[in-house]
């Protein structure tokens, strides 16, 4: 939890390196959130789908259904959750990709692979070809963005900053003055 609130401490700060350890548990903590979130929005969904089977009736409107997903509050408190940490998840990436010596603008790749996967879902039927390739880039930038997120720190310094495990920065000089 203290690499989650150190991330949260850290909102918009793109600067500087971010441990593997920083940033997954900032992931995985947000994943159970977001994970809870959804199954409470999508509990009355599934009564109502139980309702309908145990009284025999066949066909739910799906109207019915969207008002339904529209009236949880569990879909208002993710919007907003996520929209607050949209940021400090870019921000720890970013830092991330600073702490294996990579830019930051890199995490246009690995979010825009996420935008390539969200565009497949919606051509699916319409154009498979386009589905396939588009399927296909988002594999291998999802692939490659989760090498660099368990890749080992760079050693010692580097040009976003100082190695944030300590292993290979310079030790700071002390300087004692001696009086003569």
């Known amino acids: 939890m203290k690499w989650f609130i150190k991330c949260l401490r850290q909102y918009a ?17 947000n994943f159970i959130i977001t994970i809870v979130l959804v199954i409470g929005w999508i509990i009355p969904i599934a009564k109502m789908g139980y309702n309908a089977a145990t009284t025999g009736i066949e066909d739910i409107d799906e109207m019915e259904i969207m008002l339904t997903m529209l009236k949880s509050p569990f879909l208002y408190i993710y919007f907003i959750y996520y929209l607050a940490l949209l940021i400090p998840s ?16 890199w995490a246009f790749f690995i979010y825009g692979g996420s935008l390539l996967g969200s ?3 919606y051509i699916q039927g319409s154009n498979t070809i386009a589905y396939i390739i588009l399927s296909l880039a988002c594999l291998v930038i999802c692939i490659i963005s989760l090498v660099w997120m ?13 190695n944030p495990k300590g292993e290979g920065n310079p030790e700071v000089q002390t300087q004692t003055t001696t009086q003569e």
């Not at 971010?18 to 997954?24: G, P, Q, S």
């Not at 368990?150 to 100082?162: A, D, H, I, L, V």
């Open 90 to 105: 870019i921000a720890v990436t970013v830092r991330r990709l600073h702490d294996i010596g990579k830019s930051g603008f």
């Open 150 to 162: 368990f890749t080992n720190s760079q050693y010692g310094p580097n040009q976003y900053g100082t």
């Open 119 to 121: 565009i497949s879902t």
């Open 13 to 29: 700060d793109f600067s500087g390196r971010a441990r593997r350890k920083e940033y997954w548990w900032f992931t995985v903590i």
